[in-house]
Structure formats: C-alpha cells, structure tokens
C-alpha cells in the first residue's frame, strides 16, 4: 500500500491525503458528533420538561398543605356507618340513579361504583364528604363516558 502510494504523484497524494483527512473528518462528525450532540439537545428538553413539572407539582403540594392547613370542623359520624352516611350523601347531590354498587369493607371503608355520573356533581360531593365528614379517597378509577360531563368511576372510599 505504501509502494503504491509513492508511486502516485505528488498532486494525486495531496488529493489522496486531503481527501482521506475530509472523510475521515465528515465520518466523525456523521457518526459520533451529530448523534452526540443530538442525544444531549434531546436530554436538555428532558431536563426542561422534568423541571417544569417538578415546580407544578411543588406549588400544588404548597396548595395541598395550606388547605390540609384549614383543617374544617367535621361532624361526628361514628355513631353512623360510613355506607349509610354515603348512600345519604350521594341521594342528596342527586347521584342516586348512577350508583351502581357500593360494598362495606369492614366499618370504616367502602368500595364504591357510580355509571355515568355527572362529573361535576361527583367531585362535589367528594369535597363535601372529606371536608365535613373526614372521608378520603384512597384510591380511584375515573373514566369518561360518552355523555360530555359524565365519568364511570370506582372507588375506594375511607374514614379517618
């Protein structure tokens, strides 16, 4: 390869050279720069996306802890079963047509199922029932419905 390489003359290896050097250079950028470079860019927008949701959810846990702050009078109700305070509550916001089931587990939860229920009305009572009467939710599966407004929705309610 050397032999050949001498051989050539002296404008062929200048060519040869600055060439080979031009490829070499456009392969490093090709394969190891650009994809680099594109990795980092895409972590920075990570990064960025990360930060803003971390302070989101920063200033609701500030909003969180000022209304756990509040701390509202709530009525006594341990002389009531949480499924009959429940049944009343969900009859009173006028939810009685979509409840669909609600099950006692043990005396201070209750699982319950609510079918095409207004939203709104839903989230009401939630704040009525943990604000007066110290329930909370302890899990929950909300999912739209067809109707616009209305979810079919499980939950796990508790007392504290």
Known sequence: MKAWYQSLGERDRMILTWGGGLVILLLGYFLLWDPL????????????????????????????????SMNPARVNTSDRSLI????????????KASL???EPEGQDKVRLWLKDSDFNRFINLLGQLHQQ????????????TDNPGSASVKLNLSRS
């Not at 980092?40 to 949701?53: E, F, G, Y």
């Not at 009467?133 to 739209?144: K, L, W």
């Open 133 to 144: 009467y110290g329930i909370d939710v302890e899990s929950a599966s909300i999912t739209a």
């Open 100 to 102: 669909d089931r609600m």
């Open 37 to 68: 470079s594109s990795t980092v860019d895409n972590q920075r927008q990570q990064l960025t996306a990360k930060q803003n949701t971390l302070s989101q959810m920063q200033q609701w846990a500030k909003e969180v802890q000022k209304l756990k």
């Open 84 to 95: 009959s305070l429940i049944d009343e509550k969900i009859r009173n916001a006028g939810m």
